[in-house]
């Protein structure tokens, strides 16, 4: 399966952004999507995810209460609403496919190429 991200973008602090996932395909099994970010010089770090067939969504502690992930079955996207964004959410961003609902890296198995997020003051 492939993963396009899009959607990023440069944006001042405060300011909203929309990021999108679009799956080339659904693959059995694989249920869990998420979107992952990396800073320069840092590691990856988890953002959010959740899974095709429902259920509660899950964040990383640094952008709970201002991103939202959600998802179109129908078009096989998946979405990350960010907003109140800070110069610290600045970094490359990354959708992934995998079995489960994770916030590790480890479990997905398929990764799109990333979108880059620039949040300056």
């Known amino acids: 399966v492939q993963l396009q991200a899009s959607g990023g973008g440069s944006v001042q602090v405060g300011g909203s952004l929309r990021l999108s996932c679009e799956a080339s395909r659904r693959l059995r099994g694989f249920d869990g999507m998420a979107w992952f970010r990396r800073a320069p010089g840092m590691e990856r770090e988890f953002v959010a995810t959740l899974g095709w067939s429902g259920g509660r969504a899950f964040y990383g502690d640094a952008v709970k209460g201002r991103f939202t992930v959600s998802k179109n079955n129908a078009q096989n996207l998946v979405y990350l609403q960010m907003n109140n964004l800070q110069e610290a959410d600045t970094a490359v961003y990354y959708c992934?496919?995998?079995?489960?609902?994770?916030?590790?890296?480890?479990?997905?198995?398929?990764w799109g190429h990333g979108t880059q997020v620039t949040v300056s003051s």
């Open positions: 992934a496919a995998g079995r489960f609902v994770a916030d590790d890296e480890r479990q997905y198995d398929y």
